[in-house]
């Protein structure tokens, strides 16, 4: 597990400035704080930062073939490596190493840019291969789901690269002009989507993506999607469980090698309390598991939960109580994200990466369990979408009717129903991606409009839904359930889900990893028919597969459990201890001279929400987040 990054002037006669390559790589040493390494050739740099958790002797980078012609700088973990290595020797390739770097290089030999359909793992990488006349070439390449990420700024001349923005701009010649069509996502989605990054000079390379420089500059090609190979089968339930719980145990399995502490983080959820489970199964002596509960509300603390599975696993378990303090952390957060990043669960997600990393290196999560099983509410939402579009308009505001029936309390369970009708009538005919954002969003189209000031009001023209749109062009066959969950799939997953997992667990140099993502599982669970994950025709809906397939391996409680997620008390932090900060950071001052937004606007939305008028915690936190993201990045 590495930060990269690197330099290569494709079409430039400069040489690489090893000082300035050193100064980029710097900027990574929270990603790998073990041990650097240099491959410096004329008009190209590599550089990466080391955390080690395989082959802790033989494994530092850049790592090359035999004759030395093709070099590598890679993060990420191979979990098929070995079997790799095993074929590759059977056809002539010679080891000086047991790392699974080795196996990339000596598979890029082999394959060529195909190498990488023959990778099981998490991984971003650039391998420079001399071998080509001229300049050499250049390879980068992304995991399928994109669970490391691989930033880049082409100059025209020179490609600049980097596990993270803050390498990518220590070179002077990047520009740090913002991108307003990413900001302009970024309000709806809480996250900036790939391609954007939120500097114009600056892209993300696609999940599921290789990139090929030479001479002639970065040519850019998708080589994986969550789209089915072949017609999707409905397998027999029997055989669909076996095969999943089969699939399972082996991607479990896969991720327990490490030549160093390994462990998982447990909340009480069923997706992290089933790998745990498996773990157990798998393991000779008890697995450490973390908890981590916060001080505050009590629906934002799953500590009995996490404790009940423990019992059960006889884990060794470490439980931690901690006090969640947005006004602390949030600087922190920032830096590690380097982008805006409305999403607040990425405050506890670094708090328990921190507090697991006095004892744990590596550790297991069930992280991307919703994506591959189906766990979201929107699934049930799109569902009853599909019922009440058949029924004709007048439905809508007898609906309507009934739920100002239920008060103006923005509390309280009469005020969540409510909110839940008027969201629900107010999307439920609306095209596939506008149900999307209707369901889930932050700002609205006609929001964000109200909000700009007219520096921005260029922006009029673009909207987030079109860019939703293309991601389900090739889903339009799918029950609307299942376009929805393309999309998470495809933009919600590495985008936010991986990106705040990588970005915080690396903020505290420990190692996360993803067995629910495992590509032999998701290309089993992608060729199934949506409604063997999510059936409509039973009581409990969601993740109905997966729930099967757990069925002897938690207890019951645990099995039944409603989804809770990873969250914070953002309203009442809001309106409590955060509030003064929140007010300050969005002062009409500031917002004022950043000339972004309406001052008079952002007001509104401050002064409702702190008296308890409207719950707005979720837009304020995404606006918080982009000026101390501006402070620390532009001023």
């Known amino acids: 597990m590495c930060g990269i990054c690197g330099v290569y002037e494709y079409a430039s006669s400069m040489r690489v400035d090893r000082q300035q390559l050193a100064r980029m790589n710097a900027t990574l040493v929270h990603r790998g704080p073990d041990e650097d390494g240099f491959f410096v050739r004329d008009r190209v740099g590599l550089a990466m930062r080391r955390l080690r958790i395989i082959d802790l002797a033989g494994g530092t980078q850049p790592i090359a073939n035999e004759d030395e012609t093709i070099s590598i700088v890679f993060n990420g973990e191979i979990y098929n490596y070995r079997e790799l290595r095993k074929d590759l020797i059977r056809l002539g390739h010679r080891f000086r190493t047991q790392s699974d770097t080795e196996v990339i290089v000596h598979a890029y030999e082999e394959f060529g840019v195909q190498c990488v359909e023959h990778l099981d793992g998490m991984f971003a990488f650039a391998i420079y291969d001399e071998r080509i006349p001229g300049a050499g070439r250049l390879f980068l390449a992304r995991d399928p789901f994109g669970k490391k990420p691989l930033y880049y700024a082409d100059l025209g001349e020179t490609l600049i690269f980097g596990s993270e923005i803050k390498p990518i701009l220590v070179d002077p010649r990047v520009s740090k002009a913002v991108d307003f069509e990413a900001l302009h996502h970024y309000l709806s989605l809480l996250v ?40 999707e089968v409905l397998v027999p339930e029997r055989e669909a469980v076996d095969e999943v719980r089969r699939l399972l145990f082996r991607a479990v399995e896969k991720r327990l090698v490490a030549d160093v502490p390994l462990g998982a983080f447990l909340s009480g959820g069923l997706d992290s309390s089933l790998v745990v489970a498996i773990m157990s199964r798998l393991s000779d002596r008890p697995v450490k598991t973390l908890s981590v509960g916060f001080e505050g509300p009590k629906k934002h603390n799953e500590l009995p939960f996490a404790r009940r599975l423990a019992e059960h696993c006889r884990t060794d378990h470490t439980e931690l109580t901690l006090k969640p303090d947005v006004v602390s952390m949030v600087h922190d957060l920032v830096r590690y994200a380097d982008e805006p990043f409305g999403i607040s ?291």
């Open 345 to 635: 669960s990425a405050l506890p997600t670094l708090l328990i990466a921190r507090a697991a990393r006095e004892r744990l290196t590596v550790v297991l999560t069930g992280d991307g369990g919703d994506e591959m099983f189906g766990g979201y509410s929107h699934y049930l939402w799109e569902r009853w979408a599909s019922a009440f579009r058949r029924l004709p308009r007048v439905a809508d505001s007898m609906l309507l009717t009934a739920a100002g029936t239920l008060g103006r309390r923005i509390d309280g369970r009469a005020g969540a129903l409510r909110s839940r009708i008027t969201r629900f009538v107010s999307n439920a005919r609306r095209p596939d991606a506008s149900r999307r954002l209707g369901w889930g969003s932050a700002f609205s189209h006609d929001e964000k409009l109200a909000l700009y000031s007219d520096d921005l009001s260029h922006l009029s023209s673009g909207t987030t839904t079109a860019l939703l749109e293309r991601y389900v062009e090739g889903a339009r066959d799918l029950e609307p359930a299942a376009v929805q969950n393309r999309l998470d799939v495809a933009l919600w997953l590495p985008d936010e889900m991986l990106a705040k997992v990588d970005r915080m667990t690396m903020g505290a140099s420990i190692e996360a990893r993803c067995p629910l993502l495992d590509r032999n599982l998701a290309r089993f669970l992608f060729g199934l028919p949506f409604r063997q994950k999510v059936p409509g025709s039973r009581g409990r809906h969601l993740k109905y597969l997966l729930r099967r397939v757990a069925a002897d391996l938690l207890p019951p409680e645990l099995l039944e459990r409603p989804k809770q997620g990873f969250n914070v008390p953002l309203d009442a932090w809001f309106r409590g201890d955060a509030g003064d900060f929140l007010t300050d950071v969005l002062s009409p001052e500031r917002i004022r001279r950043r000339g972004w937004f309406q001052p008079e606007a952002v007001q509104q939305l401050v002064a409702a929400h702190r008296s308890g008028q409207a719950k707005f915690s979720n837009r304020l936190y995404a606006l918080f987040n982009l000026e101390l993201w501006a402070q620390e990045y532009l001023s």
């Open 192 to 231: 900036i989507p790939a391609p954007w990054s939120i500097f114009k000079s600056i892209r993300k390379l696609p999940a599921g993506h290789w990139m090929l420089v030479d001479e002639r500059g970065p040519e850019i090609k998708p080589y994986w999607s969550c789209e089915p190979h072949s017609a």
